[in-house]
């Protein structure tokens, strides 16, 4: 069972949060920059994550998946040369949508069978699927971080422990 998955899914948002508001204060040039990483440049590690959050939460919405890989390609035509604030912008809408989500499913720990294309059939839980989301943005996160150290320019703590200690006292 996923402890507090809307309090799981409100770190993700907010990491993301700090991290487009440290890209504001840097030189644009630092957001497409090509770098030798996982993805050649920071915004198009953002353009990944924001295709695959709309995937994890079109397979969390129960969607079928020959509609959810026909709307791949037009996901990651939106996500292209974008401004950070543009890519924030798409970022808030998804989180708008992901939240809605989340507001109509009371029972967070569902069960749920998956098809996935390479690896076939699998039982899980709404919540595995959400924590992935949660984990899969994480990860994104720190590959931008070493983009951005490797353009000279510092990262910023995303971490969910900073995340707690940022929330008022009423909310931890």
Same mark, same amino acid.
């Given at each position: 069972?996923?402890?507090?998955?809307?309090?799981?899914?409100?770190? &993700?948002?907010?990491? *993301?949060?700090?991290?487009?508001?440290?890209?504001?204060?840097?030189?644009?040039?630092?957001?497409?920059?090509?770098?030798?990483?996982?993805?050649?440049?920071?915004?198009?590690?953002?353009?990944?994550?924001?295709?695959?959050? %709309?995937?994890? #939460?079109?397979?969390?919405?129960?969607?079928?998946?020959?509609?959810?890989?026909?709307?791949?390609?037009?996901?990651?035509?939106?996500?292209?040369?974008?401004?950070?604030?543009?890519?924030?912008?798409?970022?808030?809408?998804?989180?708008?949508?992901?939240?809605?989500?989340?507001?109509?499913?009371?029972?967070?720990?569902?069960? #749920?069978?998956?098809? &996935?294309?390479?690896?076939?059939?699998?039982?899980?839980?709404?919540?595995?699927?959400?924590? &992935?989301?949660? *984990?899969?943005?994480?990860? &994104?996160?720190?590959?931008?971080?070493?983009?951005?150290? %490797? %353009?000279?320019?510092?990262?910023?703590?995303?971490?969910?422990?900073?995340?707690?200690?940022?929330?008022?006292?009423?909310?931890?």
């Amino acid at each position: 069972m996923l402890q507090k998955p809307h309090q799981l899914y409100e770190y &993700h948002v907010w990491a *993301n949060d700090q991290l487009f508001a440290h890209l504001e204060q840097l030189p644009k040039e630092a957001f497409h920059a090509e770098v030798t990483s996982v993805f050649p440049s920071v915004s198009q590690t953002f353009g990944h994550m924001y295709v695959f959050e %709309q995937l994890y #939460m079109s397979v969390l919405a129960e969607v079928p998946n020959e509609d959810i890989f026909s709307k791949i390609p037009g996901w990651r035509e939106e996500s292209l040369g974008l401004t950070v604030d543009q890519m924030r912008g798409l970022f808030a809408g998804g989180t708008e949508q992901f939240r809605d989500l989340l507001r109509r499913t009371p029972d967070t720990d569902k069960a #749920m069978t998956i098809e &996935h294309p390479s690896y076939g059939r699998f039982d899980t839980y709404f919540s595995d699927i959400l924590r &992935h989301v949660v *984990n899969h943005g994480t990860y &994104h996160r720190g590959n931008v971080t070493a983009m951005l150290r %490797q %353009q000279g320019y510092a990262g910023v703590p995303t971490d969910y422990l900073f995340y707690l200690m940022d929330r008022p006292k009423g909310e931890r």
